[in-house]
């Protein structure tokens, strides 16, 4: 197995969205409007995104969160600006990955399946703007 397959069998959930991304024409640009449209109007796959978008909510606050308390702790101790950048980074992937668990479990993320439920809200976004 070489390295192209070794990569595309553990990216293989990138496929979902090829057919969106490979486009000669790029999908519009949509709106929360859009999105509660889709939410109103698909009874299984609503539910999920709301939910998807309810966690992204909480992985961003994560990151500030990490963001800022991580380069002030930095700052702090060490009066480093690269330290206190590298912290910001840090702590912000940090931060998000903590706001992600947290969400899903709070949330209860695991019952659902986001990734259909953004193939689904992509499909209808592709329909509804040709």
């Given at each position: 197995m070489?390295?192209?397959?070794f990569?595309s ?8 969205y ?7 024409k ?5 709106s929360?409007?859009?999105v ?28 500030v ?13 060490s009066?480093?600006?690269?330290g206190a950048?590298?912290a910001v ?5 940090f931060g ?6 947290i ?10 399946d986001?990734l259909?439920?953004?193939t689904k ?7 509804k703007s040709?």
């Amino acid at each position: 197995m070489g390295f192209k397959e070794f990569c595309s069998e553990r990216l293989s959930f990138l496929d979902h969205y090829s057919k969106f991304i490979n486009r000669d024409k790029p999908l519009p640009s949509w709106s929360d409007a859009d999105v509660e449209a889709f939410i109103a109007t698909d009874p299984v796959h609503g539910p999920a995104l709301k939910t998807a978008r309810e966690a992204a909510k909480y992985a961003a606050s994560g990151s500030v969160i990490g963001a800022v308390s991580t380069a002030g702790f930095a700052w702090k101790y060490s009066r480093s600006l690269h330290g206190a950048g590298l912290a910001v980074l840090a702590g912000g992937v940090f931060g998000w990955t903590f706001g992600q668990e947290i969400a899903s479990h709070s949330l209860q993320l695991y019952r659902f399946d986001t990734l259909a439920a953004q193939t689904k809200f992509l499909e209808w976004w592709e329909n509804k703007s040709e």
